[in-house]
Nanobody, 121 residues
Framework: VQLVESGGGSVQAGGSVNITCAVSGLTPTNWYMAWFRQSPGKWRDYVAG???????NYADSIKGRVTISCGNDRQTLYLQMNNLKPEDTGAYYC????????????????WGQGTQVTVSS
């Protein structure tokens, strides 16, 4: 199984970024796929998840500013983030779990290597 994130970078506050996770070795329609953020000195926080490339769930802290989705190929995961704030800065990881709606990082079986998003004020 491989999860490979891309699309991070530096952006000004108020800007947008779309990050991507290319998935191989598992079928996202059979898993709960999620994005986590890890800020310096902190553990990974749940950002958003999608079950079977269908229903979605978002952390309250970021709801309304992000959209998680699957690509038409059902092997790509996206996270569109808008109106970014400096506190959104961190490494963003895509992950897969067999437990739908799971928000605890320890319950995820597979992880990507992360992509950095830096938001400057």
């Amino acid at each position: 199984v491989q999860l490979v994130e891309s699309g991070g970078g530096s952006v000004q506050a108020g800007g947008s970024v779309n990050i991507t996770c290319a998935v191989s070795g598992l079928t996202p329609t059979n898993w709960y796929m999620a994005w986590f953020r890890q800020s310096p000195g902190k553990w990974r926080d749940y950002v958003a998840g999608i079950g079977g490339c269908g229903s979605t769930n978002y952390a309250d802290s970021i709801k309304g500013r992000v959209t998680i989705s699957c690509g038409n190929d059902r092997q790509t995961l996206y996270l569109q983030m808008n109106n970014l704030k400096p506190e959104d800065t961190g490494a963003y990881y895509c992950a897969a779990s067999t437990d739908y709606w799971e928000t605890q990082a320890s319950r995820y079986s597979y992880w990507g290597q992360g992509t950095q998003v830096t938001v400057s004020s």
